[in-house]
């Protein structure tokens, strides 16, 4: 089954403690995203990816990192989590046809909590 | 700078009424428009977009959308609400790389609940 699978679903951690979220796609898109989605502020992008080893900042990327070793995972990672990350998170794949924004795949999103 | 408004936190309607969901946009150069639809606890749903050509465009589940340039809106139409229906509504843009921008940056509206009721 074509899917974007995250791990972990939900997560309660404490300031400080490093955390990383794992993202894979088994559709062989170039294109992969990572959003949070708060109340009243809908979606906002992080970080995004259109190959393997090309990344780029989206509209909030402070305190957050990524990376794109390989075509089909895009993991998010906190270094120094605060409670203001505390959100629900996101990640897309696409298949990034001829330059132009593809319809994105969506993963089942993570919950995280920062105390 | 690049943006997208939904002016509407929710929209109500009765079962079987047409519904309409409105998104406007400040991009330049040419955008590139998208609804998603997320019903709880899941993830987005893709259901239509704007790349280029006519300027009404079908998508999914009997959605449609209207893109016009002149009022930089993309609003989201259906001719008969289903109860089904009721869900967060994302309007989204992706602005042109040809004007600074990254094709790569989607920018989302903050949503808009639809209710339904029968």
């Known amino acids: 089954e074509a899917q974007v699978t995250q791990n972990p679903r939900y997560l309660i951690t404490v300031t400080g403690k490093k955390l990383t979220v794992t993202c894979s796609q088994n559709m062989n898109h170039e294109y992969m995203s990572w959003y949070r989605q708060d109340p009243g502020l809908g979606l906002r992008q992080i970080y995004y990816?259109?190959?393997?080893?090309?990344?780029d900042k989206g509209d909030v990327p402070e305190g957050y990192k990524v990376s794109r070793k390989e075509k089909r995972n895009f993991p998010l990672i906190l270094e120094s989590p605060s409670p203001n990350q505390t959100s629900l998170y996101f990640c897309?794949?696409?298949?990034?046809?001829?330059?132009?924004?593809?319809?994105?795949?969506f993963g089942p999103g993570t919950r995280l909590t920062v105390l | 700078a690049q943006s997208v408004a939904q002016p509407e936190d929710q929209v109500n309607v009765a079962e079987g009424n047409p519904l309409t969901v409105k998104c406007t946009y400040s991009?330049?150069?040419?955008?590139?428009l998208f609804w998603y639809v997320q019903y709880p606890n899941r993830g987005l749903q893709f259901l239509l977009k704007y790349i280029t050509g006519d300027n009404l465009v079908k998508g999914s589940y009997g959605f449609e959308a209207e893109f016009n340039k002149s009022q930089t809106s993309f609003h989201l139409k259906k001719p008969s609400a289903l109860v089904s229906d009721s869900a967060l509504y994302f309007c989204?843009?992706?602005?042109?790389?040809?004007?600074?921008?990254?094709?790569?940056?989607?920018?989302f509206g903050k949503g808009t609940k639809l209710s339904v009721k029968p």
């Open positions: 897309a794949s696409s298949p990034w046809a001829g330059g132009t924004t593809d319809t994105q795949y």
């Open positions: 989204a843009v992706s602005p042109d790389g040809n004007y600074g921008g990254s094709q790569g940056n989607l920018i």
């Open positions: 990816s259109m190959n393997v080893e090309v990344t």
């Open positions: 991009v330049s150069g040419n955008p590139y």
